[in-house]
């Protein structure tokens, strides 16, 4: 479209659950992009795993063509974005490509902290926010409780804020004619030096690497020899056009634009995301400013269970990272485990979300050991290290300063739950930053070790706040903290896989938990197994797992053979995700037993 001021870019933004998803398929289905039966599933969230878990992961973009009540046809490219904290930075990056943001906000829930999150960023970046009130069908929904609160804890003006129910369809079509209303078309010209900016690139098994580009300005056709401004390398486009949302040659993109190219790039590090396209007559053109690289907040180690698959999982993980920039991985090798990678995630929900694929599409039996944060360690001779495998972590006498990774946290909480928020951040060694009351709810902000929110802490403050608490967090800074390696042994063996770093005044408490969840976890062997935890060689809890007495066949008196024969199937299907640690079976489950402990 070359009348630009047909155009509009604009992104959703919302709380988990609060309805993007389903508002988008309700524009798909307005604009006429696919038919009743292809609407049948939740066309937006593609990936299997996103449609089991009704979850967005990553962000995808959908061109429409709308014919407004005045009678033009407008070209409205809109992105979907996550809304889980663990992908945040996924909206930023959408957020780029955009004039625009609809500010969903469920008028039943109301504000919760990701839209207060993914609103500033969408204020930051210059854009244009408009709040659209969804879920009016529900009997419990209080728009005019909402929009007050979207005024007191976020800030904007929703006076005109717009209802709607996406599920329904009631109100969806005032919400695209106020959005071309409100949302700035976008400026850019056409006769200009390409300029394109790569939202994202992923690979896909036919088309090789598929990138998503806002065309900032000049065009790009099909045949055009592009510049990736990084590498310098030359490609020729093979492909170009948008998705609507199936995906659609349109043979160019011109400025204002947001669509794919494809030019025969055989890896995604070959169209890195935030980079540049210009074309290769054209190659002084600035670069345009990119994204902030993302930092893995949580590392674990993952070990095949048998150590023949290390090579399929080697190429596995080569595998989804063409898919998943934000996956970081580097081989580990550990006394109990053998060979195996150190993982770094963006959060516990990004770590089960790869390690279910990697199960599932790569058919790999995997040990996780326990995910621990990433540690700044100053070492008597002044060399500052990083540390991201407790067993990893240098003698004591060689250590100067241990430091722990502190995140500000903002919790929306309504004022009846107050208390049991504030108790539980105490529980975690929070130190209020800040306490507003908004109207029904309350904004607390503290300072908390990432250590202990990474884990499980979102569980927790749902509990604590029977579902209603939610929560935003970022990385503010490395703090001082008297911090020591909790070991665990079995029978008598340190097992490297089971480390910990913990804070010393709850170094006894938690060995002891430990322990005791451990006992529960382990199967009872042959023989006796003895369960410690301990700091610096110095026991500070132990239990035992007592050895089994009879065989478990015996109970399988007399001749029933299939009987038996489906025992010992069970048997060995329970096994499948078990590892041999010297002479003893260790299940998952208790590799991941820190999780368990409060
Ligand atoms: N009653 C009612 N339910 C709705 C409405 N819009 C969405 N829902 C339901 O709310 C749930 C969440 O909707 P989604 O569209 O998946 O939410 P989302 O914000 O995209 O969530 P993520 O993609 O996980 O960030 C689904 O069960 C929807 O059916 C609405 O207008 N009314």
């Not at 109100?171 to 200009?192: N, S």
């Not at 938690?510 to 382990?522: D, F, H, S, Y």
Request: aromatic share 6%.
């Amino acid at each position: 479209m070359s009348d630009l001021s047909l155009i509009r870019n604009f992104s959703i933004i919302a709380h988990i659950d609060h309805g993007k998803s389903t508002l988008a398929d309700r524009f798909i289905q307005i604009c006429g992009g696919l038919t009743e039966r292809e609407m049948a599933s939740q066309v937006l969230d593609s990936m299997d795993l996103e449609r089991e878990r009704g979850i967005t992961i990553k962000a995808h973009s959908v061109t429409l063509y709308y014919t407004a009540k005045d009678g033009k046809t407008y070209q409205l490219n809109f992105i979907d974005t996550p809304g889980h904290v663990d992908f945040h930075y996924e909206v930023s990056r959408s957020l780029a490509a955009c004039e625009g943001a609809l500010l969903v906000v469920d008028a039943a829930q109301g504000v919760e902290a990701q839209s207060v999150a993914n609103c500033y960023t969408a204020i930051e970046q210059g854009l244009e926010v408009m709040p659209v009130l969804n879920k009016i069908d529900l009997p419990q929904a209080e728009p005019e409780r909402v929009q007050a609160e979207i005024e007191s804890v976020i800030g904007i003006d929703a006076t005109d804020a717009v209802t709607c129910s996406a599920k329904s369809g009631m109100g969806v079509e005032d919400v695209l004619e106020r959005l071309i209303a409100v949302i700035p078309p976008p400026v850019g010209e056409i006769e200009a030096p390409l300029q394109a900016l790569i939202i994202d690139s992923w690979f896909d098994n036919y088309l090789g690497v598929v990138s998503l580009v806002r065309v900032k300005q000049g065009r790009i056709k099909k045949g055009d020899k592009v510049l990736v401004k990084s590498t310098g390398k030359l490609h020729q486009v093979d492909s170009v056009g948008v998705f609507n949302p199936k995906h659609t040659e349109t043979g160019d993109l011109k400025a204002g634009e947001v669509g794919f190219i494809i030019a025969g790039i055989k890896d995604i590090h070959g169209a890195p995301v935030g980079d540049t396209l210009t074309l290769s007559n054209t190659p002084d053109v600035d670069m345009l400013p990119g994204f902030k690289k993302v930092q893995p907040q949580v590392y674990a180690g993952l070990f095949p269970v048998s150590s023949d698959d290390f090579e399929d999982f080697r190429d596995a993980l080569s595998k989804l990272t063409l898919n998943d920039a934000a996956l970081q991985y580097e081989p580990e090798s550990s006394d109990a485990l053998g060979f195996g990678f150190r993982i770094g995630f963006l959060g516990m929900l990004h770590m089960e979300i790869i390690q279910e694929r990697l199960e599932r599409e790569y058919d790999l039996d995997l040990i996780t050991t326990a995910p621990t944060v990433i540690f700044e360690v100053v070492k008597k001779d002044g060399e500052k290290i990083y540390v991201d495998n407790p067993s990893r972590l240098p003698d004591p006498s060689l250590i100067d300063e241990m430091r722990e990774p502190i995140v500000r946290a903002n919790i929306l909480v309504p004022q009846d739950h107050l208390g049991s928020v504030i108790t539980l951040c105490i529980e975690k060694r929070g130190v209020q930053h800040d306490l507003v009351f908004l109207g029904t709810q309350v904004q607390v902000i503290y300072d908390l070790p990432m250590n202990e929110v990474v884990l499980d802490f979102f569980d927790r403050l749902k509990s604590v706040s029977r579902g209603y608490a939610s929560l935003d967090y970022a990385f503010d800074r490395f703090q001082a903290a008297n911090l020591v390696r909790l070991d665990v042994l079995i029978n008598s063996e340190k097992v490297d896989a089971l480390a910990l770093i913990v804070h010393r005044d709850n170094a006894a408490f938690k060995g002891r938990q430990l322990v005791e969840k451990m006992k529960e976890l382990i199967p009872r062997q042959m023989f006796d197994v003895a369960i410690q935890s301990a700091v610096g060689g110095q026991v500070v809890a132990r239990s035992t797992v007592k050895a089994l007495r009879k065989n478990v066949i015996a109970k399988c008196y007399g001749g029933d053979a299939s009987r038996k024969k489906k025992l010992l199937e069970k048997q060995k299907a329970g096994k499948k995700r078990m590892k041999q640690v010297g002479n003893v079976e260790i299940p998952q489950e208790a590799f991941l037993a820190v999780l368990k402990v409060e």
